[in-house]
């Protein structure tokens, strides 16, 4: 079996824009709210949700960190809607995708998300799963709830391996 190995990127809103929303204030529209004394970041990401009963969750997932070099043997995606990921403890983590080929998911792209920055992935996006870097951290997470099967897992036949 030969290494299949991507090179982790810096995350930027160009690279990860065909597989969703980078989640930052850089260059983010806002203004003044509360009499002046907040600044909203305005519509940072589209919140998608499909099918019955479909409503919007905010939950708080805690990480184990994953050592690095990391093997990567499988990836996931979520027909009925987007899944939203940001760093509570601001610190980076690596975040994982991957292009639709035909239904099945092609070769990974890999990212690394500075503590400033969350994901926001498209619907039916392949995409690793949570993965802290460094140390366990929690993570805002703002997904689909809702009838219907919204997880698909696609397992490797090769693992692929990612380097920071």
């Known amino acids: 079996m030969s290494e299949r ?4 990127q810096p995350l930027t809103k160009e690279a ?3 597989f969703g929303d980078v989640i930052e204030t850089d260059g983010a529209e ?6 002046g004394k907040t600044r909203r970041f305005h519509d940072l990401a589209k919140v998608d949700t499909r099918g019955e009963n479909a409503r919007v969750l905010i939950n708080i997932f805690r990480g184990e960190a994953y050592e690095l070099p990391l093997t990567l043997k499988m990836v996931e995606r979520h027909p009925l ?9 601001a ?3 690596l975040t994982i995708v991957c292009h639709d080929e035909d239904g099945m998911p092609g070769a990974p792209h890999a990212f690394i998300a500075a503590g400033s920055q969350g ?4 619907a039916n996006t392949w995409h690793g799963v949570l993965t802290a870097i460094d140390e366990d951290q929690d993570f805002l997470v703002v997904d689909r709830g809702g009838e219907g099967n919204n997880l698909e897992e696609f397992f490797f036949d090769e693992p692929w391996i990612i380097a920071v």
Do not use: D, E, T
Request: proline letters at 7%; a positive charge.
């Open 16 to 18: 990860f824009r065909p």
């Open 81 to 89: 809607g987007s899944q939203a990921f940001f760093p509570l403890g």
């Open 91 to 93: 610190r980076r983590f």
């Open 119 to 122: 994901v926001n992935y498209h």
């Open 5 to 8: 190995i991507i090179k982790a």
């Open 30 to 35: 806002n203004f003044l709210i509360n009499s």
